[in-house]
């Protein structure tokens, strides 16, 4: 049987609680806090390293059933969730009921009141005003009925063309719904009796829920729970099931009715989902500097089968959202959390904890960013079996999951050890973490984020260089431009003071060589005279 990691220096203790399955409850270890309701998060930082812990009791329903709980279940299990619900839907029921049967008194009493002040008015009188006034009623009504039915059916119209899927996606979502029918037929036949009457019992539920689709996403998810564990339960009880064969035949049921479910229930227009999606991506983005460190995970990247186990990680992570059945989701948040606790065990060359994994989670989140994150982790809570978030694996990797979520949502300065100051100027923007001293960083540290550190840092110095350069060439620029205003205005000074005159030119001599009739009267060139030695 699975069990949830252990932290460092704890023993394992003995489970909190049980029930009918013999699914046994998670046991103490440490990881950060979950927040439920107005728990506060606790951070536990030790002198060795920084880290993220929690006590695994935060985990837990905090009713102390002793199974998983759930942040959009306020803390609850699914089981106990729903006995809160039902609890508070009957106190309210109850006290409008109450509420209705006091107006009603109080209208009665008003009422004969009144008509012990008017018993002198005229009963002919009273007729025809009764007559008058049904009369009127019934041609408003008339004419409500006759205006409301066009303009409902407009609107309906409006919405089916608004919400009407182009014609490649609706033929794969057909494609791929009478694939699921036919594999659901299929497993169904193993099961005889049983499986005529699970098929009847998804049908009739497929049904209902179509002529149901104006019930808010809560109700349509209390309906889904409702029919899981009706169905579990008459099989357990009527057909006495195996419970591993219960188990199958749920996870069959959850994939044939929530493939055809998916597109009408999947962040629906009437919630707040997608606007929780934009502001969760929002927020990642602006994180974007946080560093391993800061979080003090236990991995080193630059051991290339570490690098490969958080590149699967990453990859399952943001492949949750192209699954429509939320057990499939399930098991993408199930496949990463595996490749982050292989991630730890190489790096630390040890079976990983409870304390390495959390962090290392968030890492994983932050650096992914993945698409509607908020949108699929409604979608699981509302529609998956409860009894996989109860318990198991896939209920511990979850619940870790929306612990991450609510982490990143209020991370601040004191979480990270930073300075206010510091964390405000990384989350404007303005700088971004400094390059540690060669001597100060982690063994844990990658080389490439050493050398992302040294780029950053020779960034700012180029950055601080190219400004000196503009100003300096700016300056330049200007006692240039004053330089040549100054000589400009000398020289016009010059001009005007000594104004140039120009003379005619003067009649130019004759060259010697040149054949002039006055050169013959020259005497002849003297001759070279030679002497005897």
Not at 163 to 171: D, E, I, L, Q, T
Not at 414 to 423: P, T, V, Y
Request: glycine share 4%; aromatic share 8%; charged share 30%.
């Amino acid at each position: 049987m699975w069990r949830p990691p252990v932290a460092e220096g704890r023993e394992r203790r003995a489970p909190r609680g049980e029930r009918s399955g013999g699914v046994r409850a998670a046991e103490r270890s440490a990881g950060f806090p979950c927040p439920r309701g107005h728990r506060r998060k606790k951070m536990n930082l030790k002198s060795e390293r920084r880290g993220i812990h929690v006590d695994q009791s935060e985990l837990l329903c905090k009713k102390g059933c002793g199974y998983y709980g759930n942040p959009a279940w306020h803390g609850y299990c699914s089981k106990c969730w729903r006995e809160e619900y039902h609890r508070a839907r009957q106190k309210q029921i109850q006290e409008d009921w109450e509420l209705a049967e006091r107006l009603q008194r109080e209208e009665e009493e008003a009422y004969a009141s009144s008509q012990s002040t008017q018993g002198a008015q005229s009963l002919t009188f009273s007729k025809f005003e009764e007559k008058k006034t049904n009369e009127k009623t019934r041609k408003v009504t008339t004419v409500k009925k006759f205006f409301t039915a066009s303009a409902r059916t407009g609107a309906k119209k409006e919405i089916q063309e608004a919400k009407a899927p182009s014609p490649s996606v609706s033929r794969q979502a057909s494609i791929e719904t009478d694939q699921v029918s036919k594999e659901f037929i299929e497993f169904l036949k193993t099961y005889h009796r049983p499986g005529q009457d699970i098929y009847k019992q998804c049908k009739l539920f497929l049904d209902a829920v179509s002529r149901k689709r104006d019930l808010s996403i809560e109700e349509q998810s209390e309906c889904a729970q409702d029919f899981y564990q009706n169905v579990a339960e008459k099989l357990q009880t009527r057909w006495k099931v195996p419970p591993e064969r219960v188990e199958k035949a749920m996870d069959q049921i959850e994939k044939y009715i929530m493939t055809r479910q998916y597109k009408y229930v999947f962040c629906p227009e009437t919630t707040d989902d997608e606007k929780k999606d934009l502001a969760v991506q929002k927020r990642i983005r602006a994180l974007h500097w946080v560093t391993p460190q800061m979080l003090g995970v236990p991995v080193n990247e630059e051991i290339p089968e570490v690098s490969d186990m958080v590149v699967k990680a990453i990859t399952d992570i943001i492949e949750m959202d192209s699954k429509c059945v939320p057990r499939d989701k399930l098991a993408c948040i199930t496949k990463c959390s595996k490749h982050i606790f292989n991630a730890i065990k190489i790096t630390k060359n040890e079976p990983a904890s409870a304390d390495d994994f959390l962090p290392t989670l968030i890492y994983i989140v932050l650096k992914g960013n993945p698409p509607r994150l908020q949108s699929n982790i409604q979608y699981i809570t509302r529609f998956c079996n409860p009894s996989r978030l109860m318990t198991g694996e896939d209920g511990y990797y979850f619940t870790n999951l929306c612990c991450a979520v609510a982490f990143i949502e209020k991370l601040d300065a004191q979480s990270l050890n930073l300075s206010q100051e510091d964390f405000d100027r990384f989350m404007t923007g303005q700088t971004s973490p400094k390059k540690q001293e060669s001597d100060g960083f982690s063994p844990d540290v990658c080389l490439g984020v050493q050398q992302m550190y040294k780029n950053l840092e020779l960034l700012s110095q180029l950055n601080e260089r190219q400004e000196r350069i503009v100003s300096e060439a700016k300056k330049l620029e200007k006692d240039l431009i004053d330089w040549t205003d100054g000589i400009t205005k000398e020289v016009q000074d010059i001009v005007e003071k000594y104004p140039l005159e120009i003379k005619p030119k003067p009649q130019a001599l004759a060259a010697i060589d040149s054949e002039n009739v006055e050169n013959d009267k020259l005497p002849p060139p003297l001759q070279p005279q030679v002497y005897a030695g």
